[in-house]
């Protein structure tokens, strides 16, 4: 990009806010190296290091891999990140800390969330939520023709799935919007991104007297603190054998790991990154993903019929009352359309969706819930592509762009394609050999905890809502990205009308 003298690329950057990533993805394309870009922030000689505002920004998989994986520790989020956070993740919690004190946490936190765990997770959690608190909403709005803000309510749908999964709490935020607990979350992922935007002194300052953003910020963490100190007592007395079901209880039982005690800061802090990670995570890439689908008639009926193929299996019944075996079916008639609505998919048959799996993994391919993630370079080192990185400087990893280079996915790239994750006969999954191609959860030691919960959590509100409803869009009403450290969208509304299942009786 264009650095002037001074301010570096800063107006550049500032001209292009509203459309950062997409910015940042044009230098990219732009860039010898397809996929590698130099430029600095504000640096003024004698004031700054220059290396402190030097930034390398990279999207190649080959560069991913170095930084996340090869060279890992040489590369750790750095002490920028650190400074800015430290208050609002906990500075000993799992996506704080490094070292031994983060590979314990890990060892604690990863077998949790495994894919193999996850059952009790959607039975005890997702499913009674989406059947009690977001159908209801979705079948008001239908009824009425009310249109509905979808990422609003993914937004509550995510801190309700993560408070009952990690505290075993129910939150019901979905009902209750203006539950204090729901709005000091919000108000801590609005001001913790605003310090990116304030000179450090000025956020300090404000932070020191508990003024302004920050003093809202500090009233938000303190609530936050408190529901998670509230249930680690309510857990401390709850009879240690019996079943583990949530995170915060295998927090009980594991406290010593290899001879290492857990403090208790560590505990509330990995439980502080989890709420607030798992939440507009989950809400940001299922309005994407809904959004792609409302686009697309084409891939909407593939996955209803999808859908309608499992229920066919094990919930449908034939005139005679015996199990139907095979899918070429006569048309759903309105009693069995009722019978399959009844409940939400179950853990078997959503792991039977391949293809809802494909477009869910295409969805978070072109809109990754986490744009961007950085990292700093403790030594000076040269890139695969042979780019210098020098010590002190920062390294910018654009998890957006990766999806939209040619170089990497083809001169398709940008087009929503499923099938590009399917085996030729669209019966499996085929994940491509490089992984970092598909770098949305991060790769290395450092990825995120939590990629099958997601998948779950997702896979299950998006059968729920497309077997019972057709979304359009509302007229007039465009979507767009909201500055934030995900990929959220400003608001996201939408029109639902009954879906009518007959239609989809006929033979494959
Ligand atoms: C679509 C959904 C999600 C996406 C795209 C995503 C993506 C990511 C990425 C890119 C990172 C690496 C961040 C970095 O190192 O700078 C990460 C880390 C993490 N994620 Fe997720 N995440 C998602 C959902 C979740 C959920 C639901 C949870 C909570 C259960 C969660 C918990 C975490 C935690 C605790 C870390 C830090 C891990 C560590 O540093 O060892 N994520 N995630």
Redesign the pocket.
Known sequence: PKTWPLVGSIPEMLLNIGRIHEWTTDQLLASPTLGTYQTCGICIPFINNWRRSFTTVTCHPKTLEHILRTKFHNYP?GPTWQDTFADVLGNQG??YVTGEE?NLL?KIVVPV?AKSRLHPALDRWVNPTIKNDLLPILDKASKHNISVDLQKLMTCFGTDN?FGIALGKKLKTLLNPDDPVAVAMDTIFKYAFRRFFYPDFLWKFMRFFSIGSEGSLKKSLHILNNVITEAQEECSNINKDETCDYLLRAFTRKVQVNGHILPSSAITGTIR??LL??RD??ST?ASWFLWLIMNDPRVDRKIVREIIMILRKTRGKDMNGSKVTNFIEKPCDQETQDQWTEEPLSYEEINSLVYLHATLLES?RLY???PR?VRYAICDDILPDGTYVPAGSDIMLS?YSVGRMKSVWGEDCLEFKPERWLSADETRIDMPEDGYKYA???GGS?M???KY??YLEMKSAASAILLRYKLSPVPGHQVSQQLSFTLSMKDFKVNLKPRDLSEFGIRR
């Open positions: 989020k799992i996506s983060w890990r969330l993560i990154d989890i990670a798992g995570s989950v890439s978070l990754p819930a986490v993630i998890l949305a959860f991060n450092r995120c905890i939590a919960l997601t």
